[in-house]
T-cell receptor, first 110, second 116 residues
Framework: GQSLEQPSEVTAVEGAIVQINCTYQ??????LSWYQQHDGGAPTFLSY????GLEETGRFSSFLSRSDSYGYLLLQELQMKDSASYFC???????????FGAGTRLFVKA | DAGVIQSPRHEVTEMGQEVTLRCKPISGHDYLFWYRQTMMRGLELLIYFNNNVPIDDSGMPEDRFSAKMPNASFSTLKIQPSEPRDSAVYFCASSPRDRGPNYGYTFGSGTRLTVV
């Protein structure tokens, strides 16, 4: 089977940096992606890692270590609007099936 | 590009009634996915299509659920008969083939289904 683990909640202060970790277990791992979802909204794609290393997209960066089955999403210069749920998701070879983690609720305080 | 379009946005129905959810994927996207989101179970993949053909329906909870994709621009998810435990937000998402699996899906706004 497959599983993903990420913290259920993280709280940080506006302007700070926060890291949301994700560990996974799956066979045929293809890549790790991250999504943001505001309350009442749809998940929106943030970042993707197919290879080890860091991918940077503006204030957001994502990291993957395939040997450790581990990745993280890094949010810098936090803003109040970053308060949302963040999901890691894994894809597997041999299909287009993506499985989502349970999500991390990020609270940004003033 | 209008994005992935789902209808209705909200649906309230009585137990035992048939419910049909609709989705229009982004033009040119080869893959279409139906997900269900609840507090207890998170985001669950129900079924996905490639070029209108169902590829994996192992996430469909039971025979009461069925999905079709008669053409590249339209898909339906039907629940018959509906039960209160089907209450959830149902999302449709699409993706082009050349991105590879899991690169990044575009989700519709979802249908919030309440079965009373």
């Amino acid at each position: 089977g497959q599983s993903l683990e990420q913290p259920s909640e993280v709280t940080a202060v506006e302007g700070a940096i926060v890291q949301i970790n994700c560990t996974y277990q799956t066979s045929g791992f293809y890549g790790l992606s991250w999504y943001q979802q505001h309350d009442g909204g749809a998940p929106t794609f943030l970042s993707y890692n197919g290879l080890d290393g860091l991918e940077e997209t503006g204030r957001f960066s994502s990291f993957l270590s395939r040997s450790d089955s581990y990745g993280y999403l890094l949010l810098q210069e936090l803003q109040m609007k970053d308060s949302a749920s963040y999901f890691c998701a894994v894809g597997r070879t041999g299909g287009f099936k993506t499985i989502f983690g349970a999500g991390t609720r990020l609270f940004v305080k003033a | 590009d209008a994005g992935v379009i789902q209808s209705p946005r909200h649906e309230v129905t009585e137990m035992g009634q048939e419910v049909t959810l609709r989705c229009k994927p982004i033009s040119g996207h080869d893959y279409l996915f139906w997900y269900r989101q609840t507090m207890m179970r998170g985001l669950e993949l129900l079924i996905y299509f490639n070029n209108n053909v169902p590829i994996d329906d192992s996430g469909m909870p039971e025979d009461r659920f069925s999905a079709k994709m008669p053409n590249a621009s339209f898909s339906t998810l039907k629940i018959q008969p509906s039960e209160p435990r089907d209450s959830a937000v149902y999302f449709c998402a699409s993706s082009p083939r050349d991105r590879g699996p899991n690169y990044g899906y575009t989700f519709g706004s979802g249908t919030r289904l309440t079965v009373v």
